[in-house]
């Protein structure tokens, strides 16, 4: 151990926000509890995390506690809403491999002193536990989790990673391997999908649940109850049989499903599950340190360290953005239109900003579904214990619905339109608004391809509209897009940033242009591929050709958003940009038939949307390699015009929209950096992005 520490001392870098671990002893009834909280001294939006110092630190205060003959028992917590968030990434950029095994070693020695050391020791989970944050509590003998804890989980696969610090052999061996696939496989490739405490406690993480208002007291309190003897866990046996052979065989399949085959780290995953039936902790701990050095060394780590740079820095600085005090507060808001988007717009803003929230309709029985919609996904809130019965009164009684605007807006700060995709539709919309709100009051636009400048034309204060593009569904995904008109002003501007941040959005300024970002690009993509398959490909070519890629194959993603909205975004793309931009026929007849969806609920072709496709007379069939590489190059040329159009500030824009608003994956950089990886931007464009 010494000879690692000096290692370990080594690589120590400034850069590092060390994690303290502060011991101090708690005595119980019947029970003497060494606790251990780790602070970065931070508040909770800057989490705990773990590099080589912060691993020290911990060492230092675990062989406190195993030499104090007073202590019975060691426990490990976090300081308010944070366990800790895992790794500090900045050991892992800027060592290379020989840092990375450092770190991976030292993560096992220090966390394992904690099962071996010779003293139950209780990991209590009260708020985010990811990564390494979830590894130190899984290597004590006991855990619980408050029950409000808002993301446990181990997100390594999404880094180009693998679990390194024990997870991928302590998982499968408490919870068996079809978990152990769900938490360190399935779940990240699914958008980084996290478990909520409650869940993790289901899940078989945890040994017991608390409430988060005393939970630190009665996780402590059901400690000293183990340790005197009166409280024994119990826990099921682990099935090595066929189950964890079902387990592996399922995990492959979403690794090919979800990543083609691009994922050196999720199948590195899949393997260290695999062989932990077998291995002792030992030999499941060196594979690890094995596999966190070889993914060091691979092209999805350093996308992926890339990616994390953009959503914790880029995202928080927004590009352009103008200075935030000229924001204007926002203390009411009104929503125009009571339909499915209108009411998810009602329940975040009421959830996020906690002001009065007025839905307006054409009539009072549509308006009054619109705050039942809101009410009853409170009551889905409240039944889960994702708020308390006091919080859901109160956002209940914030959120009502209306027909007569002039009652409903006269005093709102921001109003918003969630009507019909249509120009006439929302010009008239803001006409009728723009009569009855004071003149400093936002009107804001969820249109996802319409011209900021031509819906604000006609209107006596142009300057204080702007587009504020969400995506579907509202709650999940993370993107805003905050579209600056010809006349939008910076008040106008700084309000919608800053209301963005409030309602805890991933906020990018875009120029008014047909489509914004991530309907543009993926109209491009759309585009190219219809044309294919019209060409003579079939659609299960097509699907098959972007694992790795984008997050769904595109017909599933078109069936998801809808045929008639694809129709819609790129008749306004053909509109705007014809030598670009395709309105396949086959996509216009399935609309005309009423299609929803290329798939039917078992999940192959819908007969009548093949019947619709209709094959040409001179087909020309590609491979699933020649149609990624035309369509993206496609997106190479699309994204290149963006950039000098300035549509956005830089690339980097262009991959934060498309990893938070497209789902893009973390270990292919979003989308410009996988065409530079790719050589297709040069071959497309004659030039890197990057």
Known sequence: ????????????????????AHLRTVTLPGATIGLITLDNGEDHTKPNTFGPASLLELNTAIDAALADDAIDAIAVTGKPFILAAGADLTSIQGGGPDAVRTVAELGHAVFRKLSDGGKTSFGLVNGLALGGGLEVALHCTYRTVMDSAPALGLPEVMLGLVPGWGGAWLVPNLVGADKAVTLIVENPLNQGKTLTGQAAYDFGLADAVFNGADFLEQSLLWAASVVRGETVVERGEVDRGEAWDAAIERARGIVAAKTGGGSPAAAKAVELIAAARDTDRDTGFAAEDDALEAMSQTAELLASLYSFDLVQ?????????????????????????????????????????????????????RADKGVAYVHAEIDKLLAKGRINQDKANRHKALVSGATDKLVAFGDADFVIEAVFEEMSVKKSVFADVEKVVSSECVLATN????????????????????????????????????V?????????????????KALKKTTILVKDSPSFIVNRLLGR???????????????????????????MPPFVLLSLV??????????????AFPDRFYVSPALERIVAAGKGAYYGPDGRLDPEVEALLEQPEHPVVLTAEEVRERTLSGLAEEARLMLDEGVVAAPQDIDLAMITGAGFSFWNGGLTFLLDVAGISEKATGRRFH
């Open 1 to 20: 151990m010494s000879a690692l520490v000096e290692r370990a001392q080594a690589i120590v870098s400034d850069a590092e926000r060390v994690t303290r």
């Open 484 to 500: 600056k008109g010809d006349a939008t002003d910076d008040a106008t501007l700084a309000t919608a940033f800053a209301t963005g």
């Open 562 to 575: 809808g045929p008639a909205i694809a129709l819609h975004n790129n008749e306004t793309l053909k509109g």
């Open 313 to 365: 820095k880029r995202a928080k600085r927004p590009a352009g953005a103008p200075d935030k005090s000229l924001a204007r507060p926002v203390t009411k808001v009104g929503i125009v239109g009571a339909g499915l988007m209108a009411s998810q717009l009602a329940l975040l803003f009421v959830r996020r900003l906690e002001v009065p929230v007025v839905l307006t309709d054409l009539d009072q029985e």
């Open 447 to 482: 249109t996802s391809s319409l011209s900021i400048t031509e819906m604000a034309a006609n209107l006596e204060h142009p300057e204080r509209v702007v587009g504020f593009h969400f995506f579907n569904p509202v709650a999940v995904m993370p993107l805003l897009e905050i």
């Open 525 to 551: 993509f759309m585009s190219e591929v219809g044309r294919i398959v019209d060409e003579g490909t079939s659609v299960g070519v097509a699907d098959g050709a972007f694992a790795g890629i984008a997050p």
